[in-house]
């Protein structure tokens, strides 16, 4: 019996209302079309679809932070430590394996196991926005609680996390920033020359950049952000919204001649910043959630949801930042300009860009297929990444996988078999841990099994990955009712922010030197 496949998933394990309603927006999709057909209706049903979600957990403000395990005036206003859903629980070693052992856990076979969704541009475009607000301590040493986030989708991948480090960027001429022309493509200038940052970049910095030598210093780009160079990836995304700052404000200087450089480029920064969370509502968490109704970034929604509890000023949790390890969605080789080189060939890989192209680089990953979200498939070289994220939560005191269960309401699980049905999960669990209440939450996360076979995430993942991702975008100063109209992104900018509905949209209006038609989707060709 040991080795049989049990299911896990069923309202035993996660609950009636869980299950049902999981149910119900993955089922009968002809009565889900015809309520979409019904605008008024469908304004409705995505207004309260997302406040529910939002609900499944207390809403902000949190009573704790990183800061202190306790409630304190700085640890609520503090916001150089993170938020925190549950209070710190320490003294578990005892019944948990040492780290090394738990990030054995995820460590990818021969073959990687391939998601039943995803392509690889859905990891570039996780891992590209959500570290613009899901950032940790940048000083050396690390310290697990601080954060270097401004908390808000504010792009700095491409504008940068201060006012000195977007001044260097931009060109100070048509509200425009700084770039080259390559090939007839737009890029941005380099960094650095003879392996020195250059005078003018001096505010920007790059990650690991003392790890590279001088020949691979000058490949790369000044970028706002301190990881625009990081992987080709993110490269690509942050190339990409250059080009579209730069086409929005050469559209505003047409529409609107009287206007200075300065107004120029904080609109066409508001229109991009917008752009990008409409990508993240009707794209991103379209494909992540399996349901069929399609979730919309109408300009009403802001109102229909001011009052809801939740609808606070953001302020990025250390949950939400651990969840978003998803290293298993990323193939041990990469397909880059049309060859296969191995992951480690993509890090610090500007000078592929203008080699291959943007739209190359983005039907690329559009055409390759992601890894499966789980255990047992992440590429040995990430594998660091795991160790550290447990160390991390362990040094934190987060709370165990079930009592997070809990407070996202689903009930505790009470057997290994309820986290995953595969016996090879459950077995490996039952052989590092003392019970189901000492595995850790990052552990947890991941060993949970799907809902079912076409599901991305599982069903606590999706849970706290749907709730503070809309909480996260919806509360978006610039979404608010008062401002998210035409007097902060201008007549012509409410235009392209309303026909910008997927990332294809913004790739093929960006690619002159490269005009012809790409695929480019988050969604794999041959999902069901």
Request: hydrophobic share 40%; proline share 7%.
């Amino acid at each position: 019996m040991r080795n049989e496949r049990i299911k896990a998933r069923g309202i035993g394990t996660d609950g009636a209302a869980n299950r049902l309603r999981y149910l119900a927006l993955t089922h009968g999709r002809p009565l889900w079309r015809l309520a979409e057909a019904n605008p008024g209706l469908r304004l409705r049903l995505n207004a309260a679809l997302v406040d529910s979600a939002v609900r499944e957990m207390p809403g902000r403000p949190e009573p704790l932070s990183t800061r202190s395990g306790y409630t304190s005036w700085a640890s609520l206003t503090d916001r150089t430590y993170m938020a925190r859903h549950l209070p710190p629980v320490p003294g578990r070693d005892e019944g948990r394996p040492p780290v090394e052992r738990a990030a054995d856990l995820f460590a990818r076979g021969e073959e990687m196991i391939p998601c039943p969704r995803s392509t690889v541009l859905f990891a570039y475009f996780a891992q590209w926005f959500t570290d613009g607000f899901l950032r940790g301590d940048t000083h050396v040493p690390r310290d697990p609680r601080r954060t270097s986030s401004n908390h808000e989708i504010d792009v700095n991948p491409v504008y940068g996390l201060t006012e000195e480090q977007t001044d260097a960027i931009r060109a100070f001429d048509g509200g425009l920033l700084k770039s080259r022309l390559v090939n007839g493509g737009e890029f941005p200038p380099h960094l650095c020359e003879n392996g020195e940052i250059k005078p003018e970049f001096a505010a920007l910095s790059v990650a690991l950049f003392d790890r590279l030598d001088g020949p691979a210093r000058d490949t790369l780009f000044a970028t706002g952000g301190d990881r625009g160079n990081a992987q080709v990836g993110f490269t690509m995304f942050t190339v990409l919204f250059l080009r579209e700052h730069n086409r929005v404000a050469r559209v505003l200087a047409d529409a609107y001649p009287k206007w200075d450089d300065e107004r120029l480029f904080q609109t066409a920064r508001n229109i991009v910043l917008a752009i990008v969370i409409k990508l993240v509502v009707e794209e991103y968490i379209n494909h992540i959630t399996p349901y069929h109704f399609r979730f919309l970034l109408d300009p009403a929604l802001s109102t229909r949801l001011a009052g809801a509890p939740w609808h606070r000023q953001n302020w990025a949790s250390i949950e939400f930042n651990l969840v978003y390890r998803w290293h298993s969605l990323v193939p041990s080789e990469l397909v880059v300009g049309g060859r296969e080189l191995p992951l480690a060939a993509t890090l610090f890989g500007s000078a592929l860009l203008p080699e291959a192209g943007l739209g190359r680089l983005f039907e690329d990953a559009s055409e390759q297929r992601a890894g499966r979200i789980g255990l047992f498939n992440t590429d040995p070289g990430l594998r660091e990444v795991d160790v550290a994220s447990i160390a991390g939560s362990r040094a934190v005191d987060l709370a165990p996988y079930n009592d997070y269960r809990a407070h996202c309401r689903f009930p505790r699980v009470r057997r290994f078999e309820q986290i995953s049905g595969d016996p090879r999960v459950h077995e490996a669990l039952r052989g590092l841990y003392r019970g189901v209440d000492d595995v850790d939450l990052y552990v947890g996360l991941f060993a949970e099994e799907p809902g079912s076979a076409d599901a991305i995430l599982p069903p606590l993942l999706t849970k706290i990955i749907a709730i503070d991702a809309f909480s996260q975008a919806l509360t978006n100063p610039l979404l608010a009712p008062r401002l998210c109209n035409a007097e902060t992104f201008s007549p012509a900018g409410m235009r392209i922010i309303g026909t910008t509905r997927t990332i294809s949209d913004v790739l093929h209006r960006n690619v002159p030197e490269d005009p012809q038609p790409r695929f480019v989707s988050m969604t794999w060709r041959g999902a069901r």
